[in-house]
């Protein structure tokens, strides 16, 4: 089998429904780089990486103009041996970033054959552990609506079945936030877990100060509560709080990740495969987590497909966040959720191929 034709797309989709807010972005559409693969034995693989914001076009210029030549001709199912090639081309472009993103797409392209070729789901060939995964939702939890909204927001997904809600932090007042949390977590069940996500903006201060407020609520985890990039003031963090800390969702190799465990600055390790370099360096977190008994619950927007099957594989793994329902509709054969629990996907490959019709209407030129 060899590769015959690279094919990129650049898309820009409309959430379509209300923009949504955390304390970094508004955001009213996600962008996406789509990949195909095409091979002379006619089986075609599709990979993809996405944006909050725009800037997408500069990761399908690297696989267009940097990646896509070395492709042609190659064995597709020797993908190890083509990712390490495609990697040592970028050291006067950047090892993380942009060419990061661009090798994740290639990456799950290339799985995508390997699992056509063998007929398999990615969770079946991997091995399952469980036959259907726990969903948490973040949907009833974003930034700009008032308490009462986020209040009825939240009941609404535990009267749809989940047990499990998140709702953003980073208001300009940090007491707004905590107040905010208590309203929630009088409003619910008892037995509903509440997380909490910063998206970055407190300092160590802040963190502190109102995650030793917060520790009396019972949250479930504390996420991304300062600068990713400073892992000592999560290790600091974690010595002077009881609330678990989640971090992953900008972390972005596994390097980084082993440093944040070995300085027992996380509690939550929330691995994306589309911030990290594919399937396999995901693999390689979620062991190391493993490790040192650590849960990895990945950090999901629109990649639920992909990160459901690596939950079902790993028993360190115990749900997958539900977010963006409004986007759930632009893959061929999406993923459903069914009383609180995803149901895994029985079709060869890796799943995740946006619908044609999406490819077509959201094409940017």
Request: hydrophobic share 40%; glycine share 6%.
């Amino acid at each position: 089998m060899k590769i015959t034709n690279v094919e990129t797309y650049l898309l820009d989709i409309p959430l379509g429904q209300k923009a949504i807010t955390d304390s970094q972005t508004k955001l009213d559409s996600v962008e996406f780089v789509v990949v195909r693969l095409d091979t002379d034995e006619g089986v075609s693989g599709w990979g993809f990486n996405w944006n909050y914001t725009k800037g997408t076009r500069a990761v399908q210029t690297i696989i267009d103009d940097n990646y896509a030549s070395l492709l042609i001709d190659k064995n597709p199912l020797m993908y190890k041996n083509i990712l390490n090639e495609l990697h040592y081309t970028n050291h006067f472009i950047g090892q993380v970033g942009v060419t990061r993103v661009a090798l994740c797409a290639i990456n799950l392209a290339l799985w995508d054959i390997r699992l056509k070729d063998v007929q398999l789901p990615l969770w079946k060939y991997l091995g399952p552990v469980k036959e259907k995964v726990k969903a948490y939702n973040t949907d009833g939890g974003w930034l700009e609506t008032s308490t009462d909204e986020l209040i009825s927001d939240m009941n609404q997904l535990i009267d749809h079945g989940f047990d499990a809600v998140k709702m953003k932090l980073g208001k300009p007042d940090p007491r707004e936030d905590y107040e905010r949390v208590k309203a929630v977590k009088n409003a619910i069940p008892e037995h509903v877990k509440l997380m909490t996500d910063v998206n970055t903006v407190w300092d160590l201060k802040t963190a502190r100060t109102w995650g030793k407020k917060m520790q009396d609520l019972d949250i479930y985890w504390l996420e991304e509560p300062m600068n990713p990039f400073n892992k000592k003031d999560h290790a600091r963090l974690a010595r002077n709080i009881d609330i678990p800390i989640a971090v992953g969702e900008t972390i972005y190799t596994k390097y980084d990740f082993r440093d944040y465990i070995e300085a027992g600055a996380v509690d939550i390790v929330q691995a994306d495969v589309t911030k990290l370099s594919g399937i396999d360096e995901w693999l390689d977190v979620a062991a190391l987590a493993r490790c040192y008994d650590l849960e990895v619950i990945p950090h999901t927007n629109i990649q639920q497909k992909l990160h459901v099957q690596l939950a079902a594989v790993s028993s360190n793994v115990p749900m997958v966040e539900n977010c963006y329902k409004s986007l759930s509709e632009i893959w061929e054969d999406p993923i459903q959720v069914v009383n609180g629990y995803y149901t895994l996907p029985q079709e060869s490959g890796l799943g995740c191929k946006l619908k044609d019709s999406i490819l077509e209407k959201y094409q940017v030129n």
